[in-house]
């Protein structure tokens, strides 16, 4: 496995390569954004864009991770499809070529041209990317590789990666909008129970350089398989793992160490959430941030206690890799509304896991994966608990 979560760290990265390379130069970037269409649209957004970067690092992935494990090519699903039109009309398939020049060659079709750009971007699809992280080379589990499928959304927040701001401040560690909201997410999950496995999340724009104006990324991932719990936040936040590879046995859900030390509950949650859930929970520490990936990570973190949405504007590609670590963190990701079934019914003892497996019933285009009850993202049960019975208290006006 060590092998398996390396190849989605690296592919994470070169994924991460390409979001800063296509952003760097504005006037390429121009060149790159589509706007989608019909059933790829999301309805939350007026307007839905996808761009060269998010259709590439999708292909990326799915090339590298199905060239390293033969037959997962099949099983990698993600957000975009792969097909780009040019400013001529054309429609070009974008994929990952067998040489650097071939690759190139295709994508200045897409750059109606730009050789020079179209060499950019092969030279970096075409570099590999090799990693030294010791706390992954701990990673020593056996899961068949026929059992497993994954889930790539390979831009979250493509609003806030077109718009760009690099200036915002955060609050507490958080930041509303800007460029940290944008993540590359990579989740695999259980073909049978559809429960996830492990997911990589990489945040490709964390710090600038003031210089060089050059941007740093870093990335987070977790395994949560049987009695397995490991995450790279383990070694960060309390040093909780040893030197001994036994000790990946231990299951972190029981460390209270790794549990969010703030009692001061907090939430984190969509500029355009439902106006009573927005009252019920200005009780807690309330932050608002753009990206589903992102908020999650702020989960992840330990920077709220949850974030909650109330809506079905989230799909599987958004939720599979963060729920994945923070089910290795003791947390997870549930369904909203049955959650709040069940704690109306006074029956919470088992909470409705998000699964990755099913569509959604009689559902077409994109919507077939959405969370159709909203989700709650957590790394405590405890808080979790609390902030869901102050939401059952609230008429949410349905
Ligand atoms: C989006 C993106 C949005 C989010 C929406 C996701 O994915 O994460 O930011 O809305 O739910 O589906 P909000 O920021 O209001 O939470 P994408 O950018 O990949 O379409
Ligand atoms: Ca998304």
């Known amino acids: 496995m060590t092998e398996f979560l390396t190849a989605l760290v690296c592919a994470s990265e070169k994924s991460a390569n390409i979001a800063r390379a296509c952003k760097q130069e504005e006037t390429l970037f ?26 590439l690092v999708q292909e990326v992935i799915k090339h ?68 030294k992280d010791p706390a992954l080379e701990k990673v020593k589990v056996d899961i068949p590789q026929d059992t497993m499928a994954v889930w790539v959304d390979p831009i ?10 690099a200036d915002e401040k955060p609050k507490d560690g958080i930041y509303s909008k800007g460029l940290q909201c944008v993540t590359i997410l990579i989740g695999v999950y259980n073909r049978s129970s559809g ?26 991932w977790g395994l949560s398989y049987k009695d ?27 460390n209270e160490d790794l549990q969010p030390r703030d009692d001061n509950l907090s939430a984190v949650i969509s500029t355009s959430e439902n106006e009573a ?25 330990g920077f709220v206690s949850v974030y909650l949405l109330s809506e079905d504007t989230t799909f599987k590609w958004d939720c599979c890799a963060p ?11 549930v369904d909203f509304r049955e959650c709040l079934k069940r ?21 077409t285009g994109v919507d077939r994966w959405a969370n159709k009850g909203g989700l709650v993202a957590y790394r405590c049960p405890k808080h979790l608990d609390t902030i869901m019975n102050i939401i059952s208290k609230v008429n949410l006006g349905e």
């Not at 859930?277 to 973190?301: D, E, F, W």
Request: aromatic share 8%.
């Open 64 to 131: 590298d991770i199905g060239k390293k494990f033969p037959g997962l090519e099949d099983y990698i699903f993600g957000e975009e499809s792969n097909q780009f039109t040019n400013s001529l009309g054309e429609k070009i398939n974008v994929e990952v070529c067998a040489t650097e020049t071939e690759t190139a060659e295709l994508l200045s079709k897409v750059l109606d041209g730009n050789i020079t750009a179209a060499k950019l971007l092969a030279r970096i699809v075409h570099h590999d990317v090799s990693m």
């Open 323 to 333: 729920h994945a670590i923070l089910r290795s963190l003791g947390g997870g990701m």
């Open 343 to 363: 704690i109306k019914d006074g029956n919470l003892d088992e909470l409705p896991e998000l699964i990755y497996n099913t569509p959604v019933n009689g559902a």
């Open 277 to 301: 859930i927005k009252t019920a929970l200005s009780m807690l520490r309330l932050y608002y941030a753009a990206g589903a990936g992102y908020k999650s990570l702020c989960a992840v973190q």
């Open 228 to 254: 397995i719990n490991i995450c790279s936040l383990q070694n960060q936040d309390a040093n909780a793992i040893s030197q001994s590879t036994d000790d990946q046995h231990e299951d972190p859900r029981w």
């Open 195 to 220: 429960l996830p496995i492990m997911g990589v999340i990489n945040q490709p724009f964390v710090t600038r350089d003031p210089d060089s104006l050059r941007w740093r990324g870093q990335y987070f």
């Open 156 to 165: 979250d927040s493509t609003f806030q990666y077109i718009k760009g701001y």
């Open 30 to 55: 121009q060149l790159l954004v589509q706007e989608k269409k019909g059933s790829e649209k999301n309805k939350k957004f007026v307007s839905d864009f996808k761009t060269l970067a998010d259709v």
